[in-house]
């Protein structure tokens, strides 16, 4: 009997025990699912809907590459070409897409690989910058501009390799003067201006060299040391 009792507390211990590793599965699962939905929003995922990557931030960055993509290759370059170009158009509009997320955190641009063709440094670190208001302008101007002379080369190649007429160049030129204004426009607006924030600390956006009033009006000293 007492063999009994001891059986049936074991499986009745099992059983709670089950059920309670379930539901803290399913809510850690669902907490997951939650999370990733919030970090997205509404805007869309940053992979998989499309190319290029944060497709719905850059109507520009799809035009472009929709102007030749839907064409036919004729050189052995051009499709090397074009992917670069898409990775290009793909690192401006989710730059484009975490600095003006209200989550303030990196999410779309963590996918994004470093290539030197046309990077300064990995475009989440720019990011991570811009969301902590620590970018220096110059920085970012470099950077912009890398990314602004690297794409025009490549529209100038992708236009031989498929074949593009000289308005359709045209074309190509404004949607890409229009691509490099909004995601200039955008980054400076969200990257250059408020409180600089380190940590979630307040703090300064560059180091300066300081200078007390009083040694202002000193002579500079000549003598020796």
């Known amino acids: 009997m007492k063999l009994n009792e001891t059986l049936a507390q074991f499986l009745l211990a099992m ?13 850690w699962h669902l907490s997951k699912v939650e999370s990733q939905a919030s970090s997205e929003g509404f805007a869309g995922p940053a992979k998989g809907a499309g190319i290029p ?14 102007l030749f993509s839907s064409r036919d290759n004729t050189t052995e370059e051009g499709p090397d070409d074009l992917r ?13 897409k975490d600095v003006m997320s209200p989550s303030g955190i990196v999410e779309a641009t963590r996918y994004q690989p470093y290539s030197t063709a046309h990077d300064v440094e990995a475009v989440a670190e720019t990011a991570a910058r811009c969301l902590a208001k620590t970018i220096p302008p110059r920085d970012l101007d470099i950077i912009l501009d890398k990314w602004n002379r690297r794409t025009k080369e490549l529209v100038r190649r992708l236009c031989s390799s498929y074949k593009i007429s000289n308005s359709e160049l045209n074309k190509a030129d404004m949607i ?8 200039t426009d955008v980054t ?7 409180d600089v924030e380190i940590a979630g600390k307040k703090g300064p956006r560059e180091i300066n060299p300081y200078e007390p009033p009083e040694l202002s009006e000193l002579r500079e000293y000549k003598g020796y040391y």
């Open 53 to 66: 990557d944060c497709l719905r931030h850059s109507q520009e960055a799809s035009d472009l590459y929709t």
């Open 84 to 96: 670069e170009l898409a990775l290009v158009l793909s690192k401006m509009s989710c730059l484009k």
């Open 15 to 27: 059983l709670v025990t089950g059920i309670a590793v379930y539901f803290l599965i399913t809510v």
């Open 176 to 183: 890409l003067k229009g691509l490099i204004t909004d995601i």
């Open 188 to 194: 400076r607006a969200q990257c250059l201006k408020g």
